[in-house]
């Protein structure tokens, strides 16, 4: 990756410098990577909330944000996402850039402090997490999980990627569940953590102007930290084969119905076949262009959207829309059609061109954001790839149409999941 430096700060800790002159603040993204898995998954989802209310030097939310506000009105943020069977531990620091102060180099080296402090120093009581933080966190993250329900349309994608990979880490919802939430308390998630940080790959991302060789010094110094031995990657099975397609209802209070479809495309991000499967899936259902939305939605009128997207990690494509119950039928009839429309060869110039054209835009959009640029250069850590944003543009612009037909012939319909009233 033509933009993007690596350096080795220790075994298991990684530093990636981003180059850029485009942002006012420097960027400074903490991964903390985790195998994806029923045992722990609502014990890491946790650990971020808890280790952001206070640290040794820094012991609870007042102090934290007086000391962000000291540094010229500094951000924080804290998380978990999941890419593919990784779960993905995250916290983000935003500092000024040294062209708006006198000594960005002190402003940088306290942020990595802090960092690290906030991570590695949490406060303890007892030989344990403070009990009260970790009572007032675990009902925020409860609420968070059980927030899904509020919005029907990813939770009825999460569904049907849950029952298409019942059987594999992959279903595993990135929040955990309420009912492992309930068994966590401030000692058995401590002992959790001291296990889990010292056995866990670490990446350090850093996008800014700041110059490369203080960023690696400042990062070498601070993050001086002695993992485990054989610290490894966690990984994603994508070889599931498809015996019979999965039908599954599910009767919610709900006005409209969600229609949820799940494929295996057999393909990951390593294979050369993924940019052709990035332009299938724009023209299939990725914009105002797509053929889902234009014959589905605007001529047909049976959805109210529709959309597809890759799961790139996991080898899947899901396609969700939003109905009216009577029209179950129609409408699955009618998107079916549209893949076999891809597979027949039935791609105008339009659905092509506007689906190249449209994917050059966003991965440019993507360099307007340092938290953009950061993930998908994590992507491509995760996925093993080391494309630029110039690599990737140029193997999208070479795809052609036989090659987008090509990989429609492959992939497999798995399962058809369809939220509906109770009615």
Do not use: W
């Not at 999460?158 to 929040?175: D, G, H, V």
């Not at 930290?225 to 009767?251: G, M």
């Amino acid at each position: 990756m033509q933009s993007l430096k690596k350096f080795n700060l220790a075994d298991g800790v990684n530093l990636y410098h981003i180059p850029t002159q485009k942002f006012k603040t420097s960027t400074v993204t903490i991964f903390i990577h985790r195998q994806l898995s029923k045992e722990d998954a609502t014990k890491n989802a946790l650990l971020p909330y808890v280790l952001r209310r206070g640290c040794v030097s820094y012991p609870n939310s007042q102090a934290i944000a007086q000391y962000m506000e000291s540094l010229y009105g500094a951000a924080f943020d804290c998380g978990i996402n999941k890419k593919g069977e990784s779960q993905i531990i995250y916290f983000s620091f935003d500092v000024i850039d040294e062209q708006y102060i006198g000594d960005q180099q002190a402003l940088f080296d306290k942020i990595l402090r802090f960092a690290k402090e906030i991570i590695f120093n949490p406060v303890i009581e007892s030989g344990s997490f403070k009990k009260e933080y970790i009572e007032q966190e675990k009902e925020t993250l409860k609420d968070l999980i059980n927030g899904l329900m509020n919005n029907k349309v990813s939770y009825a994608v999460e569904r049907c990627f849950q029952e298409m990979c019942k059987n594999e880490p992959f279903s595993i919802y990135e929040l955990g569940n309420t009912a492992d939430l309930i068994k966590i308390d401030e000692k058995n998630l401590y002992e959790y953590y001291m296990s889990a940080i010292y056995s866990s790959p670490i990446d350090i991302f850093v996008a800014g102007n700041m110059e490369e060789a203080k960023v690696h010094q400042l990062a070498k110094e601070t993050f001086d930290i002695k993992l485990k031995q054989e610290i490894t990657y966690p990984t994603t099975d994508v070889s599931c084969k498809v015996e019979e397609v999965k039908n599954v209802e599910e009767k919610m209070e709900i006005a409209q119905g969600k229609l949820s479809l799940g494929f295996r495309t057999k393909v990951t991000p390593r294979d050369k076949e993924y940019y052709s499967l990035i332009v299938y899936n724009g023209i299939l259902g990725g914009g105002p262009h797509s053929k889902l939305f234009n014959n589905v939605r605007e001529k047909m009128s049976l959805a109210y959207y529709v959309f597809s997207r890759l799961e790139k990690f996991k080898g899947l494509l899901v396609i969700s829309s939003g109905i009216e119950i009577q029209n179950y039928q129609k409408a699955l009839d009618e998107i079916l059609k549209q893949i076999e429309e891809i597979k027949n060869g039935n791609i105008s110039d339009y659905e092509f061109e506007s689906t190249i054209s449209s994917s050059i835009n966003s991965i440019k959009s993507l360099k307007d954001h340092a938290l953009h640029m950061t993930d998908y250069y994590l992507s491509q850590l995760v996925g093993g790839t080391d494309d630029s944003f110039e690599d990737l543009i140029g193997k999208i612009s070479a795809v052609r149409k036989e090659d987008v037909i090509a990989i429609a012939q492959q992939i497999e319909l798995d399962t058809i999941y369809f939220l509906k009233n109770n009615a």
